[in-house]
């Protein structure tokens, strides 16, 4: 089978999402072949291409519509800052493209419903980088629910200190304080977490979200870790969850930003059912990123014992760096058409509301 030709929006060589979570993958898979590179300028394109030895295959480009007008790209991949996928992934849609979109799909819900109603009306296939589902972890505790280890699930508790959005931002994020850009804690990490609680356990039949500004006033810190000023926020650093699933179980959330207390995991996700209860834990609160010491223990009531559970896997991915890791299983179950195992954009626009109602007072979507 022939590999399916990708065309990146946004791989820059002076790094970015595109160079550390997909190159890797895409420079070693029989799969998919990098048939174009998109950046602001054509020189920018050429320079990566070159600095990634893509080799002369590879088109450069400096716009979307030239992109999209390739006939030997079959998939174009945005990976751009995400105030600007809306104009950058428009183009693909229109010339019929398969697009896959990092998340979130659009700098708000209006956005994401235009794209998804575009690719609706020209037929393409789509996806977007929701792609912590894959994390091995999750299938394992997928496994354990199953089999029933800790009885019917009564509730659920997840708490993340995000080690950032504290009282500093670094000079090249500083658009992640502006809440207009829409990538922001709540949008991308809230909605990153929130995808695979939701993905395990299922969707919420009523919750009220409450979000906060605690430091509106930021020091904006250079590369070198030097102060450079102060800068303002108007994003959520507080984001606050309670609800009932469907289940009838009662899920707890709080995500906040700044360090975590010292020693203690920055990510910690127990889940309480009639038998026992599970505990995943990380040092690192980007559990997305599969941390090497992430970690799945079960307590079993009956027995008042605690066991760990072992969740890696011998797959290619998982030789990857860690964030590369869950986006090659992404491209994986996209390749093979596993449409089960990867996130479209129906379901992105579904995210994108419930992120939306969040600050909106109590929320009741019935059963």
């Known amino acids: 089978m022939a590999p399916i030709r990708i065309g990146i929006l946004g791989l820059s060589k002076s790094g970015g999402w595109a160079v550390t979570a997909h190159l890797p993958y895409l420079k070693d898979t029989s799969k998919y072949t990098i048939a174009a590179v998109c950046n602001t300028s054509i020189a920018s394109a050429e320079e990566a291409i070159k600095h990634f030895e893509l080799g002369n295959g590879t088109k450069p480009y400096g716009s979307a519509q030239e992109l999209a007008a390739d006939p030997d790209v079959d998939l174009i991949v945005c990976s751009v800052r995400v105030d600007r996928h809306y104009d950058a992934i428009k183009p693909a849609i229109e010339a019929g493209k398969q697009c896959f979109v990092e998340w979130p799909l659009g700098a708000n819900l209006k956005q ?3 794209l998804n109603g575009l690719a609706h009306a020209k037929g393409i296939k789509t996806m977007v980088g929701l792609q912590g589902r894959h994390n091995p972890l999750f299938n394992k505790l997928k496994e354990l629910l199953a089999a029933n280890r800790i009885g019917k699930v009564l509730s659920s508790t997840m708490t993340i200190a995000a080690g950032f959005w ?41 919750y009220d979200g409450q979000l906060a500004t605690q430091r509106p006033e930021v020091d904006i810190i250079g590369a070198n870790g030097e102060l450079i000023g ?29 360090a975590t207390f010292k020693g203690t ?39 008042d014992e605690v066991e760990v559970v072992d969740w890696r896997t011998e797959d290619a991915a998982g030789k990857l760096p860690g964030a590369a890791q869950n986006v090659a299983r992404h491209y994986e179950a996209y390749a093979a058409g596993r449409k089960q195992q990867y996130v479209d954009w129906d379901e992105a626009v579904e995210r994108h509301k419930f992120i939306d109602s969040m600050g909106k007072g109590p929320i009741s979507i019935g059963t």
């Not at 926020?233 to 179980?249: E, I, M, W």
């Not at 010491?293 to 027995?303: E, L, P």
Request: include cysteine; charged fraction near 20%; glycine fraction near 12%.
């Open 230 to 258: 102060k800068g303002s926020r108007d994003s959520p650093d507080q984001v606050l969850l309670q609800g009932v699933f469907k289940s009838g179980a009662v899920f707890s959330y709080h995500m906040r930003g700044g």
């Open 166 to 206: 504290g009282s500093t931002t670094p000079v090249d994020a500083q658009y992640m304080n502006d809440a207009k850009v829409g990538g922001n804690l709540l949008t991308i990490f809230c909605g990153h977490m929130l995808d695979f609680v939701f993905d395990i356990l299922g969707d919420l039949k009523s």
């Open 112 to 114: 994401a419903e235009e």
């Open 265 to 303: 995991p920055g990510f910690r996700w127990n889940i309480y059912g009639e038998k026992g209860e599970i505990e995943i834990t990380s040092t690192s609160p980007l559990i997305t990123f599969n941390p090497d010491d992430q970690q799945i223990r079960v307590h079993d009531h009956a027995k």
